[in-house]
């Protein structure tokens, strides 16, 4: 009964037959058969078919919203089970964007899973919409994003700043207008763009430049398009990716302008063929947080994990004195 019930939950979270199988690691005609026998002993129709997307009948919604509280209550239960083992054994479920998952969330795992060799780890890399949606939900425990965090869902952890840029191939002549303000890889990577002394420049200065950009559902394509409307202006987008770093490697082959973090110059050992430039706005830089939904009892296994993240990313003492308890809420220089 319980594996239907996540059968029937998984349909509705994604809408569609084909996707839920592929979750579930299941045939799509064995899924169906599985609801399609559920609804019979029913005696309702739980999914109406002939809609796309595939949505509940109000059966459908009746009976999900006990699925909820029922898997809800499963998962609290194997939580505190964890607690009592002493984190001998048990679960953990860990969401990220594809970029912070490979080099920041990657790390975290390591570094937890050779002190608590017992537990299990889930990882899910999709973008920011839908990882929120599954911690509220209660289908992932913690994640690692640099969003805004609603402070009334969700209690946010700061891990370290990162500072957006903009890449532009170094083959485009406007690098020439504005030597006094590029920089270079080996610059970033030498923190040259933090110093007082480093000049920015506004967006609105690269408004005749082809754009690379994320597509909608990533963090960094709503800082984009925020400076574009901002600074009003509509660049040609060249392309739209679905990874950062890809961005800032075709940027390099002199495809586009893109705005890349300094965390991604940084894990770049070679010197990309590009300049690189401060963006004038207070948005340009963010914070990146490890996040779990607000409740008044935190897992052990998510207060283990997040302290292993906080030895590795010591975030400043100025900064960290209210991160331990209190829920961090959305905050200016995060918007991208």
């Known amino acids: 009964m319980f594996q239907t019930m996540k059968y029937v ?32 002993e029913l005696g309702l129709t739980i999914f109406d078919r002939s809609s796309v997307p595939v949505r509940l009948t109000e059966a459908g919604e009746i009976y999900l919203e006990t699925v909820k509280k029922i898997l809800n209550l499963e998962s609290e239960l194997e939580v505190r089970l964890q607690n009592y083992s002493g984190l001998k054994a048990g679960t953990i479920r860990l969401g990220a964007p594809h970029f912070f998952a490979s080099f920041l969330l990657s790390t975290m795992i390591s570094a937890f899973s050779a002190k608590y060799p017992g537990i299990q780890i889930h990882l899910d890399e999709t973008n920011t919409p839908e990882l929120q949606e599954r911690v509220l939900n209660a289908r992932t425990d913690l994640i690692v994003d640099s969003c805004d965090f609603d402070e009334t869902l969700f209690t946010s952890y700061p891990l370290m700043e990162e500072h957006m840029l903009l890449a ?29 002394s480093c ?24 800082f984009a398009v925020g400076l574009f409307r901002k600074y009003r202006f509509s660049p040609k987008i060249a392309m739209y990716l679905d990874q950062l770093m890809t961005c800032y490697n075709l940027a390099a082959q002199q495809m586009g302008a893109s705005f890349v973090s300094d965390t991604v110059v940084k894990l770049t050992k070679t010197d990309a063929d590009v300049f690189l430039y401060q963006i004038d706005d207070p948005k340009a830089s963010r914070l990146i947080y490890l996040a779990h939904k607000k409740s008044r009892w935190i897992p052990r296994v998510v207060q283990e994990f997040i302290a292993v993240s906080q030895t590795l990313f010591p975030f400043p003492a100025a900064q960290k004195s209210a991160q331990a308890s209190e829920p961090r809420g959305p905050h200016d220089g995060v918007s991208p």
């Not at 590029?182 to 763009?193: A, G, M």
């Not at 690269?206 to 709503?222: A, N, V, W």
């Open 9 to 40: 939950y998984e349909v509705y979270r994604e809408q569609s037959f084909s996707k839920a199988a592929r979750n579930l690691y299941i045939s799509q005609p064995s899924l169906s058969a599985t609801i399609k026998k559920l609804e019979k």
């Open 168 to 196: 532009v191939p170094a083959g485009y002549p406007i690098n020439s207008r504005l030597a006094s303000y590029r920089l270079s890889p080996r610059d970033i990577r030498e923190n040259v763009h933090l110093r007082e």
């Open 199 to 222: 000049p920015a420049v506004s967006p609105a200065a690269f408004r005749k430049l082809p754009f690379l950009m994320l597509r909608h559902g990533h963090i960094t394509h709503d």
